[in-house]
């Protein structure tokens, strides 16, 4: 295990679909974050697990959107219905304690047509 | 409120200057982290380094170098003598111990090396 894994690399999807991505972290790390990305922007929070609990979810984030992490392990995103403003790069990270770095996976990049 | 303030959009150099960039951030927490990662074309977040609040020794590693300056809620970057794979977008970042575990981005400094 080198490193936080993401799938799938790119999806695309029409309007009104649903949506799951799959992060594997760092096996040794309990907090697992999910970040999205658009164009020119920096990365924006979205939700953090410590083990399987959600301990955080941004205000921002809309009720379409659900996050798990069932055994503490591997992590799903899915967007319900999604809209062409879902449209992004969505970033998953994991990180051994609240000291430490966060370490990245490749993303995977949503495309809402 | 931005927490992380990256003032600079995009840069040019060309090859072998010297380039800094800068971060400022802003905390109400005594104990918090300050990272820089790179996000190369492939897009994936690289991390570079993390410095947490009680220690503001400058630090070194190779060709790059980091000032982290509390009076001024700082953590600028260095790059001595660009080369051209140092082109990428470079992210300033906060995590605050006290109330959250989140990372509060900049928005990113795209640096172009030019050869």
Redesign the interface.
């Known amino acids: 295990d080198t490193g936080v894994s993401q799938n799938p690399r790119h999806k695309i999807t029409k309007r009104g679909q649903n949506v799951t991505f799959r992060c594997d972290p760092i096996s040794e790390h309990n ?1 697992l ?1 999910w ?1 999205r990305q658009t164009l ?6 979205l939700t ?1 697990f ?1 083990n399987e609990a959600q ?2 979810k941004s205000r921002l984030l809309s009720d379409r959107f659900s996050a798990e992490r069932p055994k503490g392990s591997f992590s799903t995103l899915e967007i319900q219905r999604t809209e062409q403003g879902d449209s992004a ?1 969505y ?1 998953c ?1 994991s ?1 051994e304690d ?10 995977t ?1 949503l495309t809402v047509v | 409120a931005q927490k992380v303030t990256q003032a600079q959009t995009e840069i040019s150099v060309v090859e072998k200057e010297d380039v800094t960039l800068d971060c400022v951030y802003e905390t109400r927490d005594t104990t918090y982290y300050l990272f820089w990662y790179k996000q190369p074309p492939s897009g994936e977040l690289v991390f570079l380094i993390r410095r947490n609040s009680f220690d503001e020794q400058n630090e070194i590693s190779g060709r790059y170098s980091w000032n982290f300056q509390k009076s001024t809620s700082s953590f600028n970057f260095t790059i001595t003598a660009s080369q051209v794979v140092d082109s990428a977008v470079y992210f300033c970042a906060l995590s605050e111990a006290g109330t959250g575990n989140q990372f509060y981005f900049g928005t990113g400094t795209s640096l172009t090396v030019i050869p």
């Open positions: 907090r974050y970040y020119g922007q920096g990365p924006e929070f953090y410590q301990l955080e790069m970033l990270a990180r609240r000291a430490s770095a966060a370490f990245f996976g490749q993303g990049r």
